[in-house]
T-cell receptor, first 111, second 115 residues
Framework: GQSLEQPSEVTAVEGAIVQINCTYQ??????LSWYQQHDGGAPTFLSY????GLEETGRFSSFLSRSDSYGYLLLQELQMKDSASYFC????????????FGKGTRLSVIA | EAGVAQSPRYKIIEKRQSVAFWCNPI?????LYWYQQILGQGPKLLIQ????????DSQLPKDRFSAERLKGVDSTLKIQPAKLEDSAVYLC?????????????FGSGTRLTVV
């Protein structure tokens, strides 16, 4: 089976930087993805890491270390609208298998 | 491009009743997924379709849940009979392909309350 661990809640100040960690245990590994979900909304795709290293997309970056079974999502210049839940997700058995999601990290951005 | 359409947006039913949800994926997206999201948790896969064929339904409670995608486009998920623990948001997602780097586009979901 697969399991993903991420903190349940994080609070950060507007304008600051926050890192949301994700560790995973899978029988195989075919990439780590991150999704954002606002309350009552649909999850939206943020990033994908198939190889080790950092991927940057605007204010958001995502990192993967396959040897450590670990990744993180980095949000810079936090804005109030970044308050949402963030989910890491993996594909385990092959590149074609569906995503398995973590339980999510609820980020609260405060003034 | 138009997003993933789902209906209804909300549904309240009594336990033991039946309910159906509808999803129309993004045009051209061959892969369609139904996920169940219980409040405070991450989405959990129910079923994956590739065109009109089932790829993975290993986590679908087949004694009460069924899903179809007859023409390889829109899809219907049914629950019969519903239980209290089925109260959740049912999310439909589609992707252009099955490859690991393909992101999912989710619909807004159907919030089901079973009373």
């Amino acid at each position: 089976g697969q399991s993903l661990e991420q903190p349940s809640e994080v609070t950060a100040v507007e304008g600051a930087i926050v890192q949301i960690n994700c560790t995973y245990q899978t029988s195989g590994f075919y990439g780590l993805s991150w999704y954002q979900q606002h309350d009552g909304g649909a999850p939206t795709f943020l990033s994908y890491n198939g190889l080790d290293g950092l991927e940057e997309t605007g204010r958001f970056s995502s990192f993967l270390s396959r040897s450590d079974s670990y990744g993180y999502l980095l949000l810079q210049e936090l804005q109030m609208k970044d308050s949402a839940s963030y989910f890491c997700a993996v594909r385990a058995h092959s590149g074609n298998t569906p995503l398995v999601f973590g339980k999510g990290t609820r980020l609260s951005v405060i003034a | 491009e138009a997003g993933v359409a789902q209906s209804p947006r909300y549904k309240i039913i009594e336990k033991r009743q039946s309910v159906a949800f509808w999803c129309n994926p993004i045009s051209g997206h061959a892969t369609l997924y139904w996920y169940q999201q219980i409040l405070g948790q991450g989405p959990k896969l129910l079923i994956q379709f590739q065109n009109n064929g089932v790829v993975d339904d290993s986590q679908l409670p087949k004694d009460r849940f069924s899903a179809e995608r007859l023409k390889g486009v829109d899809s219907t998920l049914k629950i019969q009979p519903a239980k209290l623990e089925d109260s959740a948001v049912y999310l439909c997602a589609s992707s252009r392909g099955q490859g690991a780097n393909y992101g999912y586009t989710f619909g807004s979901g159907t919030r089901l309350t079973v009373v």
